[in-house]
């Protein structure tokens, strides 16, 4: 398995998506060229705004955690990383138990 060097949810497309270090250099180049030229030089946050809308959000978790899933969770506006599948249960059983696990969006 990759390492997971960031992570994006879009509201648009319910999706948590994870990107290892080749897909995120590709997904910021892909963006930057979909974009209007006087965008190419803003910060991933502007560009992101810019080109996606306020609906998206990303995170570049430290290089020292071991993710072994990840989530998005709506009512925090939140990523929700977890190291093993433990903590995946423990996660999915507090969403279901406080009614939110239609908010939850798993990777």
Known sequence: M???VAVTFDIAEQQCVTYNAYEWHNFIADTRE???AED???TLEELF???YGDEFWFDVPSPSKAIFNVAFDLTSE???YCENPRQVE???EMAED???SEEVFWA
């Open 49 to 51: 705004d810019s080109y």
């Open 90 to 92: 423990f996660y999915m």
């Open 34 to 36: 979909n974009c209007e």
């Open 40 to 42: 190419a030089d803003l």
């Open 98 to 100: 406080s009614d939110s």
């Open 2 to 4: 990759e390492k997971i």
């Open 78 to 80: 939140e990523f929700i």
